[in-house]
């Protein structure tokens, strides 16, 4: 059975200008796949493809960069990104915690998304507020010296 052949994916004006002026640059492909991402909030499959004849580099390569990276994401988040500081004082004073509530409330654990696409939990290392520890940042709004009895208060905000 012959494979058909994979569709490649029209991009914005502004991506392929973006492309276009750094297609040739030192650098490129993060610089662009950076780009991608703050379009899609995402790296879809077919736009990789795209990028990668646009600029000529292998589909394998890029897809090296985005795994190699964990800033980049290949499945689509959730409406709202919860950040669960672990640095070290963050998991002395119960980061670890907020997780598993988070995981109880929504149904998901770290690097998830709900399912009903409204939250997409991750562990980040530190959001730089060690003295409100444990902290959380949900679309980067900075919350500090959180108990597990205060996050479901917390994501009701977001649940509108």
Not at 20 to 30: C, F, M, R, T, Y
């Amino acid at each position: 059975m012959p494979q058909s052949m994979p569709v490649l994916t029209e991009l914005t004006p502004e991506l392929n200008a973006f492309i276009d002026e750094w297609k040739d640059k030192p650098g490129n492909l993060i610089m662009i796949l950076h780009k991608v991402q703050e379009v899609y909030r995402y790296i879809p499959r077919d736009v990789a493809l795209t990028v990668s004849k646009k600029i000529d580099v292998p589909l394998a390569k890029i897809y090296g960069v985005m795994t190699f990276y964990h800033y980049f994401k290949l499945v689509e988040p959730g409406k709202h990104i919860i950040s669960v500081c672990m640095g070290t004082a963050c998991y002395l004073k119960g980061g670890e915690d907020l997780l598993k509530e988070l995981e109880r409330l929504l149904g998901v654990g770290v690097n998830a998304t709900s399912e009903d696409r409204m939250f997409s939990v991750q562990a980040v290392r530190c959001v730089g507020c060690c003295g409100l520890a444990p902290a959380l940042t949900i679309d980067g709004e900075v919350y500090g010296c959180v108990p597990t009895s205060k996050v479901a208060e917390i994501l009701q905000k977001y649940k509108v």
